[in-house]
């Protein structure tokens, strides 16, 4: 009741300050979620990976937001899910068009990179006047290298204006004004499968391309859910959806290995539901990553029909994983830098048998047997077949060998 919630609100604070939120599962839901009671469907499987992302990042955080059901649970009129903490921060977001959005989160980066530019030239100048003392001409170098660092720049720009506060100085009273750049945004760009895959596809691998610093979060339900359930280059083969009633005879674009092609893309595909430390771990990656990053989160809908109900969406991305329907990876380049095999296949292997018993237990699915019977059986192993096809993809490029080219032309020659 009322009284109840009241008490909450006024006498349950975060304790986020208790725990490091970031280490484990456990310690990121002490955290504020700063993207709190949206108007998704019930069992939505997008919203949950959103609310970590604002557990983690939230205070810091810019977000560009394709159309499509993100951009409307994201801002449903009269009300907004997004929320601010304690301090009064939190995300800023924006809704771009569903085509544009890569593009549109690419100018968040560019304008924060041309402003902090400005913040460290002011900086740089303070360093050479006397007006400053030498701790602040310390905490002003501790600034420039830890510029691109999120968590470490927090602190120091919390004490550089501390100690410019009151100060006469021009310099001083700039790079104040300037306070709100201070601190390294978290710059994300989110959107369905039929933006990222379709429709704003050229846009997001042309913004990948760049090698900014930007994240992006594809939530895909393998359908345009939105707009009533059509097919997607996301579908993959035997799914029933509009323009695709007799189950789709294609197979399914592989997003995050077009993206690795390119070698310098941080990419993980994952499913909150089959391994949430996987998750959490594909976040923190993505974030402190140097450069583009994609995660492509698998996201049961209401769109799939399932049998168990959306309140199992969760269970449904275990079982996705643990049939090979989904799997779990990451692509860190980083890693390459070190001689590593930069591909990581974090699922186990696949007990295949149930494949089958998982396409039965979703409408998009069994909706294809009443329809069409003859065709059913057809489609679903070749659905089987492409899963194994992609998997045998994923396990060759897993055991890869990644040393220089010289080392594995000496070790050819004997």
């Known amino acids: 009741n009322q009284k109840n919630w009241d008490y909450m609100v006024q006498h349950v604070s975060s304790k986020a300050h208790l725990v490091d939120t970031k280490l484990n599962v456990k310690n990121s839901q002490f955290a504020k979620p700063l993207f709190e009671f949206s108007g998704a469907c019930s069992g939505c499987g997008e919203t949950p990976y959103i609310k970590l992302i604002t557990q983690l990042y939230g205070d810091r955080m810019m977000i560009a937001n394709a159309t499509g059901c993100s951009s ?140 900014q610093d930007i994240n992006v979060l594809v939530l895909d339900t393998e359908v345009y859910s939105n707009t009533g359930g059509q097919s997607s280059k996301s579908t993959p083969t035997a799914a029933v959806a509009k323009f695709a009633a007799a189950g789709k005879r294609i197979r399914k674009k592989d997003l995050g290995m077009i993206a690795a092609t390119y070698g310098y893309v941080y990419v993980a595909q994952v499913a909150m539901g089959a391994n949430q430390a996987h998750y959490l771990k594909a976040l923190k990656e993505a974030e402190e990553y140097n450069g583009p990053s994609l995660i492509i989160a698998y996201s049961p809908c209401i769109s799939h029909g399932l049998r168990s109900g959306m309140g199992m969406a969760q269970t449904e991305q275990k079982k996705a994983v643990e049939c090979g329907y989904w799997s779990l990876w990451r692509y860190n380049p980083k890693l390459e830098e070190e001689g590593k095999n930069p591909f990581m296949l974090d699922s186990k292997e696949p007990d295949w048998s149930k494949f089958r018993d998982f396409l039965m237990g979703e409408v998009r699915y069994t909706q294809l047997v009443k329809s069409f019977p003859h065709e059913a059986d057809e489609l679903f192993e070749a659905a089987k077949e492409n899963a194994q096809w992609r998997y045998r993809s994923y396990q060759r490029m897993a055991n890869a060998h990644f040393g220089s080219v010289d080392a594995e032309t000496a070790k050819a020659e004997g």
């Open 72 to 211: 409307i649970y994201g801002a449903s009129a009269p009300s907004t899910p997004y929320t601010k903490n304690e301090e009064g921060k939190g995300p800023s977001w924006a809704n771009s068009l569903f085509e544009d959005n890569a593009e549109f989160g690419f100018g968040f980066v560019i304008a924060q990179a041309s402003m902090r530019n400005r913040v460290g030239d002011l900086m740089q100048k303070a360093s050479k006047s006397a007006d400053f003392s030498d701790s602040q001409k310390e905490l002003f170098a501790q600034w420039i290298e830890n510029k691109d660092n999120g968590e470490a720049v927090k602190e120091i720009s919390a004490q550089i204006v501390a100690v410019l506060t009151g100060m006469e100085n021009e310099i001083a009273k700039e790079i104040l004004s300037l306070e709100k750049y201070l601190t390294k945004k978290s710059i994300w760009v989110f959107g369905g499968d039929g933006w990222a895959y379709d429709i704003g596809f050229g846009g997001l691998d042309h913004v990948l391309a760049m090698g």
